[in-house]
């Protein structure tokens, strides 16, 4: 699926860096770091506007204040019927809280896929928003993060702060 009309998009600034928003026709499309490994180019954001992002960076300041747990916005996601599938998973993680691709793979039905889950984590275009930072190894231990793993730490870090819970 190819995500068609009107782009726009703009920069905020936040505790983990610069995040590119990204709109289709006023709805929130792609929310990317700087130095995303999938980050899409830069002429598919379309032009800069920040009206369609109002509600986007209240909510976003409100997560990185501690004020909000999860996020209510209207998202259309860019991916394969799979990847869409894992990316509203992704959604039903409790803040705070973390689970395995393995498991993750388990709740789409899919028991043998952590990997295939684990590449379609990798392929969140809405990052942050759509929790794929609290996804972890077999093991517990952090492994691979679009952002990095000292931004997957520092989201981590966050939302333990906030929830008061041991995440491991």
Known sequence: MTLAGHRTHTVVDSPV????????????VGLYMRRQR???????????DPEPF????????????????????????????????????????PYGETI????LADRIGQPSAARAVGL??????????VPCHRVVGSTGHLTGYGGGLATKQQLLDLERGVAGACLF
């Open 120 to 129: 379609a984590n990798g392929k969140n275009p809405i990052g942050i928003i």
């Open 38 to 48: 999938h980050r899409p180019p830069e002429e598919t954001f379309g032009e800069p």
């Open 100 to 103: 395995t691709y393995g498991q």
């Open 54 to 93: 109002t509600e986007v960076v209240e909510q976003l300041r409100a997560y990185f204040d501690g004020r909000l747990t999860a996020f209510e916005l209207p998202m259309v996601f860019d991916g394969t019927p799979f990847q869409r599938r894992v990316w509203a998973a992704l959604r039903d993680i």
């Open 17 to 28: 860096g610069p995040l590119t928003l990204v709109a289709a026709d006023g709805t929130l």
